[in-house]
């Protein structure tokens, strides 16, 4: 709420000087002066600066209203849906390349460190399309704690069988392997990663999502596979919605409200986003223009919305 007081009092200010009285003096007998043709003035400038300030302290409360009343209301349903109705006490990220963990899953993350959830993050390549995949491993170990993500609990796996690119086929196997390897070493309640779709519609992020698939599909042969689990997607959404910003917590919030059961749908919104921006500028080899235009107007640093794996799939509209 300091935000919407900040921009608040700067309005009050812009307002106090937007409208003003304007005088006009005429000379009188002797040397008194008759003031005339009084009328009021508007400053356009202050009052832009008025209104859009406005503007910006109802979009920061709106936002904080959200977060308290819809945000804590997913993180109590997460929370009970873990192992035997259990609390969440250790969730698995899966992602496909440093960057995604601050792009994609960043309102995630940070609200499941605000009810003390541990987070593991498993990265399943260096990101070496550009021959940058030792310093992009640095660059993620670097931006995870700014998520409240610790960095000896970040992998970042360099397997030939998954390197980073857009026509780059991954070996669902590999990708099996690797996800499998990390639940036998660690008990998890629950796995977050990417839908059918994989948000931009990449390769790498749909392989994930297969892998997944396949693992819940398969018979259990571990007491921690995948199938014994729930698998959490992050939901893909149309053009429109996509860069819509903070405003798409509407829809999604709705979204959440239309399902049947409570906890079919988490919708998770960052209470404060400047920690997103300060994690993507952790990965400063990837902090191109383009990624700042998505970082500033897309949703998914200000809201996801998770689906159980086999919930639910439907066709994204990608034009």
Known sequence: ?????????????????????QHSRVPTRGASWKLTN????????RLYVCIVCLLLAASDAVREYMWRSVAEKSLSDATGLGR???PWKRVLLVVAHPDDEAMFFAPTLLSLAEVNVSVHVLCLSTGDFDGLGHLRKQEMLAACPILKVPAAQVMVIDDPRMQDGMSAV??????VEHIQATLD???????????????????????????????????????????AIQVWQLASVS?????????????????TWQKAAPSTVLCFITPDVRPVFHAMGKHKSQWVYFRRLFVAFARYPYVNTL???????RQVDKI
């Not at 991954?170 to 990708?175: D, I, K, Q």
């Not at 839908?195 to 519609?201: F, H, K, L, P």
């Open 1 to 21: 709420m300091l935000a919407a007081a900040f921009f608040t009092a700067i309005a009050i200010a812009c307002a106090s000087g937007a409208f003003r009285t």
């Open 38 to 45: 009084v009328k009021r003035v508007v400053a356009l400038p």
């Open 84 to 86: 035997g109705g259990d």
């Open 170 to 175: 991954w070996s669902e196997e590999a990708v």
């Open 185 to 227: 070493t660690t008990q998890f309640d629950s796995i977050i990663s990417f839908d059918e779709y994989g948000i931009s519609g990449h390769a790498n992020h749909r392989a994930i999502h297969m892998a997944l698939r396949s693992m819940q599909r398969a018979r259990p042969t571990r007491g921690g596979g995948a199938a």
């Open 239 to 255: 053009l429109w919605r996509k860069y819509t910003n903070i405003l798409d917590v509407i829809p999604a919030v709705a979204a």
């Open 307 to 313: 689906e159980p794996l086999l919930y639910h799939h």
